[in-house]
């Protein structure tokens, strides 16, 4: 097991490696620098620009360039933000948290919606209540994420008025106070709740597929003859098996929120790491770019990893060697 | 979504400069009923109201929420001389500002902090700031600390773009800039006073001097080089403006408390919240009275114009579109730009005709509902230097196919295209940029118009370019761009050398004539110091544009900010946008 995780981690050098050569590659492609659509400013002298440019090593080759930061990311310092002014490790830590909390709600939000569906619709499959959880989870297919979410956030935000419409924390409590936790945590429901809502379908299926594939296995089959009860036919038997995938899943689960929460944190202003990612574009903030890229690409090697290792600790017939 | 920023960036710096702006979020939608048919060449600069009619007292204690809508939280930058961001600044102008204030023509006034001489050669000016302007920790604001500004701006540590041609005529800023000297001999302090002499008289500085301050004694110990990412410029800021930073979220709010000493008199209101609203949720904001105060962007504005508790109110941007004709390249050993022996634009008749040929009545109407409007010359109407006797070119097919039957340009083979004087294929190519849903039908509107007189217009690889690509486009010369369309942000200073001299990089018509030389530097002559003689040669400059077209000015474009009915003493126009301390609520 040790060996194992030891090796992935091994094998995440190169793959990283590989990675930051092409998102540095493509980063430097991009038309534009972080001066030239910022502020192009006619009666600065050109020199003046080239001058900023010189000293922010933007007008060396790329791969001087990239030897350059490569080298400094290695000891973990991604340069400074042109457009923040601030090393790039400060600008993303200040979202980085707001992510993380968001995908964690979210999370919740998914699995307490997705369990109780997903057993109930597998359970009494082709009943009307299998037809309705299974209505709604092709209606959540098929709903762009960012239209629901400002429907969302014009129901709940604005016509009930029951949350904040947008930010991640009132600016007239204090930090540290327990008011502050209620606020930040009012204003995460809503954001959180509107993705959950939506992620939660496909998970719903997997665990109804599953159950339905369960039900009929010959394991069940023999419960069932040896007179175990329907309640623990499907609590020990049925259900154990059927979360197998899902809890694999859950490594994926994770990376992608971290990466794929640009649209909700747009809608709903709430500055996370998807927001900074996209301004970062297209204001040409390359060192951020490529330290959020980097980033999300060593999460998504760590969530596969996490899954793998999931996966071998509940399924028994999994052993990694 | 972002590229509404760029122009937004530009229009607002405080700097007098031209500026690159991007042409950016409007909708195409339905026509408008309203002033259908109306003449062309009236250039209505009043549509909308520019101050608040409610004239009630402000209550005590008063707070006012302000949305700054944008779709990216604000970086914090809380210092003219460093932010980035159009965001930033809109922060910074609750607690901070600058020591001369100006009046609707940007020019400089002495009502503010500051006022200011002229010495009769018109080489030095000196600033006498006030003696009850303190910052807010109470130290009063002195020379020193606006000589302290240049100083950071001057100095080879700063890695912003504030530092401008204009500041470089200061005697001894060069020479400071290049390491040379430790001070600017150009300028000299004298307490509260403060003086700077120029090598050469530029009637410029009455409207594009840098008066913003830097507050030395609280700022002087970090070093140079780590002001922009120090504390005391993004987490406690010190200004003197009529509020002070109580609190910041980083990124998403702020909250202001008033500024009891503010030297021009306690403010209205007790606090104000700034927020960062997403455009998207603005009109509803506005319309439950989250926010009492935020800009509308066209795509909003039908939706806006029906609130009841809030009052639009608008002004016509510091900004023009046009369509730009490629005649040459620029020389980047000579440093200027030179245009080509037979520019395939060269007649002029052909580049009337193509003005006359759009309709761009019926694009500001129908595409932007009315919140554009044809542009008469390239120098914005809010400023006295607009010509206003200039018509814009009227829609008229018959003349402009009239004048390219003139030129030679004429169908030699039948399929309804025209060809060149020498009877060969005429293509155009036309590029355009991208970023609002209107970029596309606008650009192929004026496609079929073109057309209709019979020219073979192509967009440029057959699509539109996004921003940083179509500007690089431009900037390499590229040889297959015939004609462009693109917008320019101006700010406060009219003088356009920027954008039309023979030297300047982001001249990218690359048109140039003696002509044009020689009233451009008339407009910036000593001479130019008497208002009349500058509106003058302004006026036969514009009129040279208009005869010449080098540029088809199209739209000039309305700013909106709507506004909570419990508002009072809220002033949209330049100069007093931002004099927070008159504005109160009386609910």
């Known amino acids: ?321 | 979504m972002k590229i509404k920023s760029y122009s937004k960036v530009l229009s607002a710096l405080a700097i007098s400069s031209l500026l690159l702006a991007a042409c950016s979020n409007d909708t195409e939608k339905s026509s408008t009923k309203e002033k259908k048919g109306k003449d062309v060449e009236q250039v209505d600069t009043s549509k909308f109201p520019t101050k608040t009619t409610n004239q009630g007292e402000p209550i005590e204690g008063g707070h006012l929420t302000y949305g700054l809508v944008s779709d990216t939280p604000f970086e914090g930058i809380l210092n003219k001389v460093f932010y980035q961001g159009e965001p930033d600044n809109q922060v910074i102008t609750f607690f901070d500002e600058d020591l001369l204030d100006t009046d609707e023509n940007y020019v400089y006034t002495n009502e503010g902090a500051a006022s200011y001489e002229i010495s009769d050669d018109h080489k030095t000016v000196t600033l006498t700031i006030k003696d009850n302007v303190n910052w807010h920790d109470g130290k009063p604001v002195t020379g020193a600390d606006l000589e302290y500004a240049y100083l950071v701006m001057g100095s080879k540590d700063y890695k912003g773009v504030r530092y401008d041609e204009q500041m470089a005529l200061i005697e001894g800023m060069e020479e400071y800039h290049e390491g040379k000297a430790d001070k600017i001999s150009g300028i000299k302090v004298d307490g509260k006073k403060i003086t700077f002499t120029f090598k050469k008289a530029n009637p410029s500085v009455t409207t594009g001097l840098w008066t913003y301050p830097l507050h030395k004694e609280y700022l002087k110990d970090v070093p140079i080089a780590d002001l922009e990412s120090s504390d005391k410029i993004r987490k406690n800021p010190i200004g003197f403006g009529p509020f002070k930073v109580k609190k910041i979220v980083q990124g998403e709010a702020v909250e202001f408390e008033a500024n009891k000493d503010y030297y021009r008199g306690e403010p209205k209101l007790d606090s104000v919240t700034l927020k960062v609203v997403n455009p998207s949720v603005v009109v509803k904001s506005l319309e439950n009275g989250d926010l009492d105060v935020a800009e509308v962007l066209a795509e909003q504005y039908e939706q806006a114009k029906e609130l009841d508790n809030v009052e639009l109110l608008g002004k016509v941007e510091l900004a023009y579109t046009y369509i730009g004709f490629n005649f040459g390249h620029y020389d980047k050993e000579k440093e200027e730009n030179v245009m080509d022996e037979n520019p395939k634009f060269g007649d002029k008749r052909l580049r009337q005709a193509m003005a006359y040929a759009i309709n761009n009545e019926e694009v500001g109407e129908k595409m932007f509902k009315g919140l554009r409007f044809p542009a008469n010359s390239v120098i914005t109407p809010n400023f006295k230097y607009n010509n206003k006797d200039l018509k814009a070119y009227e829609y008229n097919p018959e003349k402009a196919k009239e004048l390219l039957d003139e030129a030679g340009f004429v169908d030699t083979n039948n399929d309804g295209i025209r060809e060149d004087a020498d009877g060969k294929e005429f293509k155009i190519n036309f590029a355009s940029m991208s970023g609002s849903d209107v970029s596309e039908p606008l650009a192929r509107y004026y496609i079929q118009q073109w057309e209709q007189v019979g020219l073979d217009v192509e967009l440029q690889d057959g699509r539109l370019h996004e921003f940083n690509s179509f500007y690089d486009l431009l900037k390499k010369d590229n040889d297959k761009v015939d004609i462009y369309q693109a917008a320019w942000g101006v700010a406060s200073d009219p003088d356009p050398s920027g954008i039309w001299s023979r030297s300047a990089e982001f001249n990218y018509t690359r048109w140039v004539s003696e002509k044009n030389d020689e009233l451009l530097a008339k407009g910036i002559s000593e001479e130019a110091f008497d208002d009349q003689y500058r509106i003058d040669t302004y006026n036969e400059w514009q009129e040279l544009i208009h005869e010449e077209v080098p540029v088809i000015p199209t739209l000039f474009r309305y700013q909106l900010a709507g506004v909570n009915e419990r508002v009072t003493g809220y002033d949209y126009l330049a100069g007093r946008q931002y004099q927070w301390h008159n504005v109160g609520v009386t609910k």
Do not use: C
Request: glycine share 8%.
């Open chain 1, 1 to 321: 097991m040790w060996k194992f995780i030891l090796r992935r981690l091994l094998v995440m050098i190169p793959q990283l490696f590989l990675l930051s050569i092409i998102v540095f590659m493509m980063a430097k492609a991009m038309p534009g620098d972080a001066l030239s659509g910022q502020e192009i400013n006619p009666r600065a002298n050109p020199a003046e620009l080239d001058r900023i440019r010189e000293e922010l090593g933007l007008n060396d080759p790329w791969y001087q360039q990239y030897i350059r930061w490569a080298s400094n990311a290695v000891q973990g310092d991604f340069g400074v933000s042109y457009t923040h002014k601030t090393p790039v490790m400060d600008v993303i830590e200040d979202r980085l948290w707001n992510t993380v909390f968001l995908a964690l709600v979210t999370l919740i939000f998914t699995y307490m919606l997705a369990i109780p569906l997903g057993i109930l619709s597998g359970r009494y499959n082709d009943t009307w209540v299998d037809k309705t959880v299974t209505g709604y989870s092709y209606l959540g297919f098929g709903t762009p994420i960012f239209i629901f979410a400002l429907i969302m956030l014009f129901v709940f935000g604005f016509a009930l008025d029951w949350f904040p419409s947008g930010g991640s924390v009132d600016s007239k409590v204090d930090e540290g106070t327990f008011a502050y936790v209620v606020s930040k945590i009012n204003h995460l429901i809503l954001p959180a709740l509107s993705t959950a809502l939506i992620a939660t379908t496909s998970t719903i299926q997997y665990l109804r597929n599953e159950i339905i594939d369960n039900k009929i296995k010959d394991f069940v089959r023999t419960a069932r003859s040896k007179g175990v009860p329907e309640s623990k036919v499907y609590s020990r038997h049925i259900l154990r098996n059927s979360f197998l995938p899902i809890a694999a899943f859950l490594g994926y689960e994770i990376t992608g929120l971290i990466g794929g929460a640009v649209i909700i944190e747009t809608i709903f202003s709430y500055p996370g790491l998807g927001q900074l990612f996209l301004s970062s574009v297209s204001l040409r903030d390359f060192s951020v770019v490529t330290a959020i890229v980097m980033m999300t690409g060593f999460a998504t090697l760590l969530g596969t990893l996490l899954s793998d290792i999931i996966l071998s600790a509940v399924d028994p017939r999994i052993r990694i060697e």
